[in-house]
C-alpha cells in the first residue's frame, strides 16, 4: 500500500545547528504538506505546497526555517539555526489537490533540540 | 479561524466499554476528518465527514452540521485502541485543516 515516506525517525541536534527533514508524498500527489506538533497539542500547518509551488507558508518562522519541493515531488524542510523551542514532532501530508481529497501522513520525524 | 475543540481531553476506559469523544467548532465547514495517531507518532486518518454518519468496524462517526459538532464513538473498546484521537476540519475546499488538540483515549485491559 502507498504511504507517505519521512526520514529521519528520530533526530537529535544541539541548538544553533543546522537540520534537516525529508519527505517522500504518495505518487501522483500534488498537494504536500508539512506540520509541527508540540506534545500535546494538534498539528500546525507549516507550509503547504500545490506542486512545486508554496501555496500557504504564512506560519512558517522563515528568519530559519525554509521548505523546497523543487521538482514537485519530494520535500525538504530545514531548520537553521534550531533553537530549543523547535523540539517537536515534524508530520509530512500529501493528498491528490488540495479540495476534497483525504490527507495522507508520514510517521513524522521526532526532532529534539539540547 | 475556525476553532477546534474535543473533549474530554484524556480519557481512561475499561475493556469493552463504548467510548464517545466529542469535537465541536466554530465556524461552518466544508469537511471533518477524524484521526488517530498512536505514541510512535504516524496519524492514520479513520474518516472524513461532510454530513450524517460513518461506519467502519467498531468505530462510528456523526456530524451534526447544524449544531456544528462530530462525535466519535467505539463499540467493544480494545486495548489496541488506545491511541491519541484528533479531529480536524476544513474550512473550504482550498483551506488547510485546522486541528484539534487531540484526545488521549487509555483502554485498560
Known amino acids: 500500500e502507498a504511504e507517505v515516506a519521512q526520514s529521519p525517525r528520530y533526530k537529535i541536534t544541539e541548538k544553533s545547528q543546522a537540520v534537516a527533514f525529508w519527505c517522500d508524498p504518495i505518487?501522483?500527489?500534488?498537494?504536500l504538506y508539512w506540520y509541527r506538533q508540540i506534545l500535546g497539542q494538534g498539528p500546525e500547518l507549516l507550509v503547504q505546497?500545490?506542486?512545486?509551488?508554496?501555496?500557504?507558508d504564512s506560519q512558517l518562522p522563515k528568519d530559519r526555517f525554509s521548505a523546497e519541493r523543487l521538482k514537485g515531488v519530494d520535500s525538504t524542510l530545514k531548520i537553521q539555526p534550531a533553537e530549543l523551542g523547535d523540539s517537536a514532532m515534524y508530520l509530512c501530508?500529501?493528498?491528490?489537490?488540495?479540495?476534497?481529497?483525504?490527507?495522507?501522513f508520514g510517521q513524522g520525524t521526532r526532532l529534539t533540540v539540547v | 479561524k475556525n476553532e477546534v475543540e474535543q473533549s474530554p481531553q484524556n480519557l481512561t476506559a475499561q475493556e469493552g466499554e463504548f467510548i464517545t469523544i466529542n469535537c465541536s467548532y466554530s465556524v461552518g465547514i466544508s469537511a471533518l476528518h477524524w484521526l488517530q495517531q498512536h505514541p510512535g507518532g504516524g496519524i492514520v486518518s479513520l474518516f472524513m465527514l461532510s454530513s450524517g454518519k460513518k461506519k467502519h468496524g467498531r468505530l462510528i462517526a456523526t456530524i451534526n452540521i447544524q449544531e456544528k459538532h462530530s462525535s466519535l464513538h467505539i463499540t467493544a473498546s480494545h486495548p489496541r485502541d488506545s491511541a491519541v484521537y484528533i479531529c480536524a476540519v476544513r474550512n473550504s475546499g482550498n483551506t488547510p485543516l485546522v486541528f484539534g488538540k487531540g484526545t488521549r483515549l487509555s483502554v485498560i485491559a
Open positions: 505518487s501522483g500527489h500534488a498537494t
Open positions: 505546497f500545490q506542486d512545486e509551488s508554496v501555496v500557504d
Open positions: 501530508a500529501s493528498s491528490f489537490d488540495q479540495g476534497w481529497a483525504e490527507a495522507f
